[in-house]
């Protein structure tokens, strides 16, 4: 039971998320994208915050509150998963969701029948820096590296992205 919610934990995880561009750890300091660096101490101040922004994430699909889930979605991701055209592809090319004769129509479905399968217990293991607002969100699933999340910061408020 244990290994098949993992399979499915890591199924749904690649099914909305980029694959993951490498595999390790990163050091201190990392180094993304033309030139980025991100400080070991900006990088340790942001994994606290995130982490703990996980951990709230994780509460709320846990009770399955879509209204207040919505609330941590900046509007590009509200824009990319709730566009029809996008959710009737997902759901055509979803192994997972054609298994299960499922139609994804809207984003509360697709926070239904994706978002909390995969995400209700995960846990932070990396940051990596994108730029000096956006961040990918890693976990390591039998030694690979997996992307939970794309956030961007807003203020001192990281939400839930896409780009």
């Known amino acids: 039971m244990r290994f098949a919610f993992w399979v499915l934990l890591l199924f749904a995880v690649l099914s909305c998320a980029s694959p993951p561009s490498s595999t390790g750890h990163p050091p201190a300091t990392s180094r993304v994208g033309a030139g980025f660096e991100v400080s070991a101490e900006k990088k340790q101040t942001s994994l606290v915050a995130i982490k703990a922004l996980v951990d709230r994430l994780n509460a709320i699909i846990a ?10 979605l900046d509007d590009e991701y509200l824009a990319t998963y709730g566009d029809p055209a996008r959710l009737k592809e997902y759901s055509a090319n ?23 399968p995969s995400r209700a217990n995960v846990m932070v293991d990396d940051i990596t820096f994108v730029d ?7 976990t390591v699933v039998d030694n690979e590296r997996v992307l939970l999340y794309l956030l961007k910061v807003y203020g001192k408020q990281w939400k839930i992205s896409s780009w």
């Open 63 to 72: 009770r399955k509150s879509f209204v207040e889930w919505q609330t941590y």
């Open 94 to 116: 979803s192994p997972f969701l054609k298994q299960f004769n499922v139609k994804l129509k809207s984003l509360e479905d697709y926070f239904k029948f994706v978002v909390v």
């Open 132 to 138: 000096e607002n956006r961040v990918n969100v890693w």
